[in-house]
């Protein structure tokens, strides 16, 4: 099978982490997966949602949101509260991205992670997640240093998305890639090889337990690169 861009099948396209991209937050990143682009940014501030109050533990939130102009035709902005797949997305990064915390022990702080798609090409969840873990990291040195607690970052996370394309399984999807996938999944993994959510979808063929088997193997060829990535830019 020839891809779009000529990559082999279990081949990432050029992935970019920018640490330190945003120069106000606690910690940043931004992430490019090919033709997809986000700015990932970790704030932390004093206090916790209501149902956390009086318990002297943190939280950890996360929101997500595409420019108007991040795709070929301008998307309007939600001003009326996120969409259902806005915050579909916005809790499955705020899912992986708890998942690196060891606890919540920093006191009642919460942890904002706000994910911004500059340009989208397929993947913009997995380039949050990816990216956010590197701003993640750097915002619980912060919280570390300035409010006198341990750091509680234990390891990092990332995401690839995978998919079966005119019959053959591939690696990290662009979006004409996802558009046309018989099915595509989107896999979160904790390093090294834990999975923190596995998300799969027929979207017209269905798919055998082999055929997933596929899948998670050829995803678990990406994160390792993604967390060799990560480990570089934090200088782990």
Sequence with gaps: MSRPDGRQPDELRPITLERGANPYAEGSCLARFGGTLVLSTATVQDG???????????WLTAEYAMLPRATSERTPRERRGSGGRTSEIQRLIGRSLRAALASFDFGERTITIDCDVLQADGGTRTAAITGGAVALADACVWLADHADVPNPFSQLVAAVSV??????????????????????????????????????TSEGELFDRPGLDRLLALAQIGVRQLFGEQRRVLNW
Excluded at 48 to 58: D, L, S
């Design 48 to 58: 916790v949602p209501t149902w956390r109050r009086g318990k002297g533990m943190g």
């Design 163 to 200: 998919g079966i394309v005119d019959g053959e399984a591939c690696l990290d999807l662009s979006y004409a890639e996802d558009h046309a996938a018989e099915v595509d999944a989107n896999i979160v993994v904790a390093d090294p090889d834990r999975y923190v959510e596995v998300q799969a």
